[in-house]
């Protein structure tokens, strides 16, 4: 079955440090989304990414946020300068057709990058 | 704004029984989609099941289904024949068309199951 596979699993920065989450979405899906999950929270939406631009963002997805799809495959999220408060688990998803999500366009995620900043 | 809410911050069920988790959802928006994922212990978000706000029937998928009353604003999960394998959070989620493709998750549930 295909799937979104997410590297690193985990990963484990210093404050202020620059960290790029990486994705690898199913291959003729074209609609790429990030969100995350702080430890014991809701899962909330970062950004969605169609045809090389961001479609949404929440409020969450400030200027030390950013996404870029470099090579075709790989769909990144960078965080650049990290604080405490962006420790999480990081879930990039993707889904294949224009249109609202469905049954029939489902929205699949990956295993999720754990990020820990110290 | 959407909101979803699970109030079951914690279930136990016993081995094959059933057992339902509560999700109930404000939109004000005639046309939205209501989801729910399953999180193992692992981490990854596996979908489960998928019911539009048009739809005339209740969705099922294998053990799951949902309870969906839409008077009601509510869109239960059903498990049938609790299995070991089904201990996991279940996170109900909800897209509407004021919110594009963004998915409102609610705060999960946790689910024992029991031998």
């Known amino acids: 079955e295909p799937e979104v596979t997410q590297t690193p699993s985990h990963q484990v920065t210093q404050m202020g440090q620059e960290v790029i989450l990486r994705c690898v979405p199913i291959?003729?899906?074209?609609?790429f989304y990030w969100y995350r999950q702080i430890l014991g929270q809701k899962v909330e939406f970062l950004v969605s990414?169609?045809?090389?631009?961001?479609?949404?963002k929440s409020e969450i997805f400030d200027d030390q946020f950013s996404v870029e799809r470099p090579d075709g495959s790989n769909f990144t999220l960078k965080i650049r300068s990290t604080k405490l408060e962006d420790s999480a688990m990081y879930f990039c998803?993707?889904?294949?057709?224009?249109?609202?999500?469905?049954?029939?366009?489902?929205?699949?995620f990956g295993a999720g990058s754990r990020l820990t900043v110290l | 704004a959407q909101k979803i809410t699970q109030t079951q911050p914690g279930m136990f069920v016993q081995e094959k029984e059933a057992v339902t988790l509560d999700c109930t959802y404000d939109?004000?928006?005639?046309?939205?989609?209501l989801f729910w994922y399953k999180q193992p212990s692992s981490g990854e978000m596996i979908f489960l099941i998928y019911?539009?706000?048009?739809?005339?029937q209740n969705a099922t998928e294998g053990r799951y289904s949902l309870n969906f009353q839409k008077a009601r604003k509510s869109a239960n999960l059903v498990i049938s024949a609790s299995q070991l394998g089904d201990s996991a959070m279940y996170f109900c989620?909800?897209?509407?068309?004021?919110?594009?493709?963004?998915?409102?998750f609610g705060g999960g549930t946790r689910l024992m199951v029991k031998p």
């Open positions: 998803a993707s889904n294949l057709r224009q249109g609202p999500l469905s049954g029939a366009n489902v929205l699949t």
């Open positions: 291959s003729n899906h074209l609609y």
């Open positions: 990414f169609y045809n090389n631009e961001i479609s949404e």
């Open positions: 939109t004000s928006d005639p046309s939205y989609g």
């Open positions: 019911q539009g706000s048009y739809d005339q």
């Open positions: 989620a909800m897209r509407d068309n004021n919110a594009g493709n963004m998915l409102t």
